[in-house]
């Protein structure tokens, strides 16, 4: 169970590159009206890879030599199933959404607008909600403590430390907008939070 489980992950992390790399490149070819990247935001995206990426494929490899493993069962198969389709469904749609507005980091394109429809119309940050589900995807998936839970604490991390950033660049951007659509919405969770 443990294999396959690994091989499911696998094949989310590369639907998860398949989906990313249009707008990546799409993105390189923009303009840049305001840059906000830093040694911070840069460190915080490689620690994402990390835990997102890196460590899932090293525990494969034998990196770990069983240290932190756990068993897995069918149930956690299934859930993980389920969370890995939540996310990349939240996270294309994110995407489809911001169209030529998304960036990897904290930046905003020329003619930036701020975007208040489809899912974001309902929560704000849903690309971090979606990570959020890769996260507990990962948990659900890869059968070892450490690997399993460093894709969540990643983004945990990235959460906690870059969003207030990216809120205060939006302010700043599109002002009484900006605030409006805060004030109607919330961050991750409809209704909730």
């Not at 639907?15 to 915080?44: E, F, S, Y």
């Not at 995206?45 to 068993?71: M, S, T």
Request: charged residues 20%.
């Amino acid at each position: 169970m443990r294999d396959v489980s690994f091989w499911v992950w696998l094949a989310f992390l590369i639907g998860w590159v398949a989906l990313r790399w249009p707008a990546m490149r799409r993105a390189r070819k923009l303009r840049t009206r305001d840059d906000r990247r830093d040694t911070l935001d840069i460190a915080l995206l490689v620690d994402c890879v990390f835990g997102l990426a890196v460590l899932p494929v090293a525990w494969r490899l034998g990196l770990f030599q069983g240290i932190g493993d756990r068993p897995q069962g069918l149930v956690p198969l299934v859930l993980g199933i389920a969370a890995g389709a939540a996310f990349l469904w939240l996270f294309r749609r994110s995407h489809r959404d911001l169209g030529r507005n998304w960036s990897v980091s904290l930046e905003l394109r020329e003619g930036h607008r701020l975007v208040t429809g489809g899912v974001y119309a309902h929560v704000r940050h849903p690309m971090y909600a979606s990570f959020f589900l890769w996260g507990i995807m990962q948990a659900l998936l890869v059968a070892n403590w450490f690997a399993g839970l460093g894709g969540l604490f990643a983004v945990t991390l990235l959460y906690v430390l870059r969003t207030g950033r990216e809120e205060a660049m939006m302010r700043s951007a599109f002002g009484a907008e900006y605030q409006a659509y805060a004030a109607r919405t919330k961050r991750l969770l409809p209704g909730v939070f």
